[in-house]
């Protein structure tokens, strides 16, 4: 997997540091540092708020798209 790649560019693409995110997602910034080094699997409330902080989606996190728009396609 490597949706952990997908955080640290959202986070760069978003010009945070990895303590902003950190505090927006009320943890530590080393617990932070290991979702992003894949060190530890993102829990499904950290990939659902960090979806909602870089206004995309999970799917987009996950690998499971490139298109990073957050809306429903029907």
Known sequence: MGYYRRI?????DHDMTQQQVADYLSMKQPQYN?????YRDIPSDVLIALANLYDTTTDFILERTDDKTNFCKI
């Open 8 to 12: 640290r560019d959202l986070r760069e």
């Open 34 to 38: 290991r979702y992003e080094k894949g």
